[in-house]
């Protein structure tokens, strides 16, 4: 019994960095996926085959075109690590990945490529699994503010619920939704352009039911594949022979086609009372956002060596950055800006993440409240505000206190 797949390096390569990108951002089972070479199911489906993996409540697949030659076969699990390894040994042109009974290997390039066969098999991304949800959600949107939000989350799986990014609630026929990450020390939103088709509840008091809450290995493998545009299908059951959610997610570019389905960990947090922390009346500065990037960038040599810190002290018309290391010295810099500033301290990535990649002649705006200023430095959240290629967005980060 033999199958022969045929399919272009290029998209085999592709699928396989998309779904490494997955693996490597699955906070919760990095570790036993490397042990295993990246386990990957395929299937073969009209006009091409379909790579899937298993991940931390969910399951993540990529489609690209193929030919199959051959005795059927439904299924089979190969080791994803074993052919990446060989990229370049395998070449620009066809790949021809070979199933001969309980073997399997690649071809291309007069080079053979055996990956170990694997146990298991990934479950398919499909259709909701249960009927009569009491909420449903359906919406498109944007990715381009996705990057940016994301960087905010957490990176590992002590709090599995900030380690995603989050939909945020809107009524139905919305043109934008609003993406939250947040990991317990900042959290960057962004509106996204979106087509809000059903959100069930969306004028909901209950904080958990505001929110679509894409996983990390979700985001990770979304961003690698670089499309425009998510839809996102979303249901709720309570009550009944079966209480849960069910998400699913589908996106493509170039002929490549991803699906994902998963039920979140946990619920997400009410970002509400953290975005609401800085008040509508609040104080604020603002300047260029080239100036305090560039600014920024002068700090950081310095900062490394002390915990990544930089203080803030207003002056007229102006705000003096510095940083200071006993290794290496004092870094300082000036920031002009109109509307008065705060004295505190803060990280020099969280700074620079919150800044993103502002457009060309782009300002930014520091919001805080006045009222919270200490003697020793400011101990409530700051409101950093940018104009980003794909729109306006801001950062809210807790500062640091240190002496003097």
């Not at 290029?10 to 990095?30: E, Q």
């Not at 170990?116 to 009927?131: E, K, L, S």
């Amino acid at each position: 019994m033999s199958t022969t797949i045929t399919v272009a390096a290029a998209d085999l390569f592709r699928a396989g960095d998309i779904l490494h990108a997955g693996f490597r951002a699955d906070r919760g089972a990095t570790a036993s996926h490397r042990s295993m070479g990246y386990p990957v199911t395929c299937w073969p489906v009209p006009g091409g085959v379909e790579l899937g993996a298993s991940l931390s409540g969910g399951v993540l697949s990529i489609t690209i075109p193929a030919t199959v030659a051959g005795d059927p076969v439904d299924e089979f699990t190969f080791a994803l690590g074993a052919i990446r390894d060989q990229k370049k040994a395998l070449g620009k042109g066809d790949v021809a990945l070979i199933v001969d009974g309980i073997t399997f290997r690649a071809e291309a390039a007069g080079v053979t490529v055996t990956s170990a066969p694997m146990q298991g098999v990934a479950r398919r991304p499909g259709t909701m699994r249960h009927a009569d949800p009491t909420r449903e959600a359906a919406l498109s949107f944007d990715l381009a503010a996705l990057p940016y939000v994301a960087v905010a989350a957490l990176d590992d799986d002590a709090r599995p619920t900030l380690t995603m990014v989050h939909c945020e609630a809107t009524a139905p026929g919305s043109a934008s939704v609003n993406l939250i990450a947040a990991d317990g020390f900042r959290l960057h939103e962004a509106a996204a352009m979106a087509a809000v088709d059903r959100w069930d509840g969306w004028d909901t008091k209950a904080p958990h039911e505001l929110y679509v809450s894409l996983p990390a290995w979700l985001v990770a493998a979304l961003v690698k594949l670089g499309a425009e545009s998510v839809a996102v299908q979303a249901a709720w059951h309570e009550g009944g022979e079966w209480q849960g959610s069910e998400f699913q997610a589908g996106a493509a570019r170039d002929g490549v086609t991803l699906a994902a389905s998963w039920s979140p960990v946990g619920s997400a947090p009410d970002f509400r009372k953290i975005t609401s922390s800085v008040p509508d009346d609040a104080t604020f500065c603002q300047g260029k956002a080239a100036e305090l990037a560039d600014a920024l960038a002068a700090l950081a040599p310095v900062a490394k060596y002390s915990a990544n810190i930089f203080r803030v002290t207003p002056e007229p018309g102006a705000l003096e950055l510095e940083s200071r290391a006993a290794e290496v010295g004092t870094a300082r810099r000036r920031v002009a800006v109109s509307g008065q500033g705060p004295v505190f301290a803060a990280s020099v990535r969280y700074w620079q993440d919150a800044l993103g990649k502002p457009k060309n002649g782009a300002s930014f705006a520091i919001a805080f409240d006045e009222r919270m200023v200490k003697p020793g430095g400011f101990s409530a959240p700051i409101r950093l505000s940018t104009e980003q290629p794909f729109g306006d967005a801001s950062a809210i980060i807790m500062p640091m206190r240190i002496a003097r």
